[in-house]
């Protein structure tokens, strides 16, 4: 799986909360940082269903990863935006594929 982009920062606010199982972020620096980590063991990510109402949305999936954290996760990530840009991602997912990445 490839990196972000550069292009996906467009649609984050500099100052993104990120709230996930282990770790938080309070930008986007933070956040895109970990996500990088995450993507270097993602094999598929197969999305299942989003669901928006107003400036909220919920994007359910299946997060395919090999070693060190090889598992097929379900996962749901919920977004919050305000002008046209995320403000805050809170993810729910069962983290104990991830618990030696992420130090948890």
């Known amino acids: 799986m490839r990196r972000p982009s550069a292009a996906a920062r467009q649609f984050l606010a ?4 990120f709230i996930g199982l282990f ?6 620096d ?4 970990a996500l990088t980590k ?7 990510l197969a999305v299942q269903v989003i669901i928006a109402e107003g400036n909220d949305t ?9 070693d ?15 002008t046209g840009r995320s403000l805050h ?6 983290g104990r594929p991830f618990a030696s990445m992420f130090g948890g």
């Open 14 to 17: 500099d100052d993104l909360l």
């Open 23 to 28: 770790e938080t972020y309070r930008s986007t």
């Open 30 to 33: 933070e956040y895109l940082a």
């Open 38 to 44: 995450l993507l270097q063991v993602v094999v598929r």
């Open 58 to 66: 919920a994007v359910f999936f299946k997060l395919e990863t090999r």
């Open 68 to 82: 060190p954290a090889a598992a097929t996760t379900p996962m749901a990530e919920c977004t919050g935006s305000g």
């Open 89 to 94: 991602v809170k993810t729910a997912v069962d």
